[in-house]
């Protein structure tokens, strides 16, 4: 059984972040998108706690993350907020909440920061939004990078696939990348692209690049929760990169299943389940009872 670490470790912030990153320790990154989810995060010392717009499908049932509503993340950011005393927290932006000018992106960002209680935003895409992210830092809110595959631009890439598979494909991921470092990004998550491309670009890079489905030569490693601990049926498609270290589905099935069972043959609540009455005023109130 898992447990809280008796001494609370000292909060998680952009320099540490920057110091684990030169000394060359790997960073730890999950999804949240609820405060029970962000408790166990928190408690288990992950480094870094992301409010990732896949809650969309994982946590709302949605088509893709394209679906979900700034004020829908905002909710879930607060409930991350309230559970999460340590990592550092990242809050994405939803697809329509950015692209249009870095004023709406930055207008979003603060929001993020002041209604989400984030600590820094996530965005997708490649050197065409290194002025959105310019605007954004120069506000001094930090913010994470994404390239590679940007599920919120699936219809464009024709589905989730791996990028970079080609020469061309690869080089532009690397120039995404450095566009996106020079405009200030303080990390970048690296998706679905072949490890060797993903090793060379966190090679060219100054900053902490973060991978998922991008091999073991990023600086760190995200994945979603609910994937790699296993909270949905057999069958349900996961992607190759998402290794499930958990079956939460196994465990809570079993035990609704024996609490339906127990309900039904009156098994529970059993007498340690219940409350005591002084023997006196039960008799007291079968009297009133009958009466009544």
Request: glycine residues 8%; contains cysteine.
């Amino acid at each position: 059984m898992g447990s809280a670490p008796a001494n609370p470790r000292t909060p998680v912030t952009l320099p540490m972040l920057k110091k684990m990153h030169k000394q060359g320790n790997p960073i730890t990154v999950i999804t949240a998108h609820d405060f029970p989810s962000a408790h166990v995060a928190d408690a288990a010392q992950v480094d870094v706690i992301l409010v990732g717009d896949s809650l969309a499908m994982v946590a709302l049932g949605m088509t893709d993350t394209s679906e979900v509503l700034v004020e829908e993340m905002l909710l879930h950011c607060r409930s991350v907020a309230r559970a999460t005393k340590s990592a550092f927290t990242i809050g994405d932006l939803p697809m329509g909440s950015y692209e249009i000018a870095p004023a709406q992106a930055l207008e979003t960002a603060i929001r993020f920061k002041k209604e989400g209680r984030m600590q820094a935003v996530k965005l997708e895409g490649g050197k065409e939004m290194a002025p959105a992210i310019e605007k954004i830092v120069s506000a001094g809110i930090p913010v994470l990078g994404h390239v590679g595959l940007t599920p919120q631009r699936r219809d464009m890439l024709g589905g989730f696939r791996v990028q970079g598979k080609t020469t061309a494909s690869a080089t532009k991921i690397l120039e995404d990348a450095l566009a996106l470092e020079k405009a200030g990004c303080f990390a970048l998550v690296i998706e679905a692209v072949p490890s060797e491309v993903a090793t060379l670009i966190t090679k060219r890079l100054s900053i902490p690049t973060i991978g998922i489905g991008a091999g073991n030569g990023c600086s760190g490693q995200v994945l979603v929760q609910v994937d790699m601990t296993g909270n949905f049926p057999p069958g349900r498609r996961i992607p190759k990169f998402a290794k499930q270290y958990g079956n939460v589905w196994a465990e809570s099935f079993r035990a609704i299943e024996t609490y339906r069972d127990e309900v039904r043959s009156r098994q529970y609540p059993a007498p340690e389940h219940t409350y005591d009455m002084p023997q006196k005023e039960l008799e007291g109130f079968a009297e009133v009872a009958e009466s009544v």
